[in-house]
């Protein structure tokens, strides 16, 4: 099967809002509900799972309820950093999946991810044994020790912008994150940071200008023009 791994665990502290940025309502609609009906509409995927906020979980299974995402199986509590929410999610899955089940690991607050990138990572998997979506960096970058000055400049060209969905086979997934506690590692950003620190390689897919992050409000009023626009 192909599962979907929605993290909602965080708490969107930069956005500086009483509402965590994931149950915010853009047009009517919580940004969490976007990503999950994404990969509801998406033919390949099977199943969903969601690494939940701690107090919101009720709250999740009234949207699935509500905006009909029947393919939601599963939640779980997030954790206190983001890996810890990766491997709340990875337990949660050994429990209820196959080891040579697709897991395509998303942020919930990417909320206008497309069907090809959920497709380009699930042909990643089986073709590569990972895929991490990634777009090109079209800035000039410096690089700065103190973020005030600059006498470098870094190759834009060999730069990669990461975005998820990041996907893998849960065997990999579980390996993964029990290697990691092996050998330390406690708190790496994202699965393909992840991967890379445990010295694997990792497979590329593109992404999409429109698979943002919301983090900040400005990201809010991008996603309302986004959704007009495509409203005509």
Not at 10 to 27: C, E, H, S
Not at 170 to 179: D, N, P, R, V
Not at 202 to 213: D, I
Request: one cysteine or more; hydrophobic letters at 40%.
């Amino acid at each position: 099967m192909n599962i979907g791994l929605i993290i909602a665990g965080g708490v969107g502290a930069r956005m500086n809002m009483t509402t965590p940025k994931q149950f915010v309502a853009v047009k009517g609609k919580p940004i969490l509900v976007y990503t999950l009906e994404a990969f509801q509409k998406n033919e390949s995927i099977d199943a969903i799972a969601v690494v939940c906020l701690r107090g919101w979980e009720d709250m999740v299974w009234k949207y699935a309820r509500k905006y009909h995402i029947t393919k939601l199986k599963w939640m779980t509590l997030g954790g206190s950093t983001g890996m810890e929410s990766l491997r709340n999610g990875m337990e949660l899955l050994r429990k209820n999946c196959s080891m040579d089940d697709i897991i395509v690991i998303h942020d919930a607050v990417r909320p206008l991810v497309s069907d090809d990138i959920i497709n380009a990572n699930i042909a990643g998997v089986i073709q590569k044994g990972n895929a991490i979506t990634c777009v090109p960096c079209t800035e000039a970058l410096l690089k700065s020790d103190d973020a005030e000055s600059s006498e470098e400049e870094v190759n834009r060209d060999t730069i990669q912008r990461t975005q998820t969905p990041q996907s893998l086979y849960l065997s990999k997934f579980i390996w993964a994150h029990e290697e990691a506690k092996k050998r330390g590692i406690e708190n790496t950003v994202a699965t393909c940071t992840l991967l890379i620190a445990l010295g694997e390689k990792v497979y590329l897919v593109p992404g999409e200008g429109t698979n943002f992050k919301i983090t900040t409000k400005e990201d809010i009023k991008l996603m309302e023009a986004y959704l007009t626009c495509t409203e005509r």
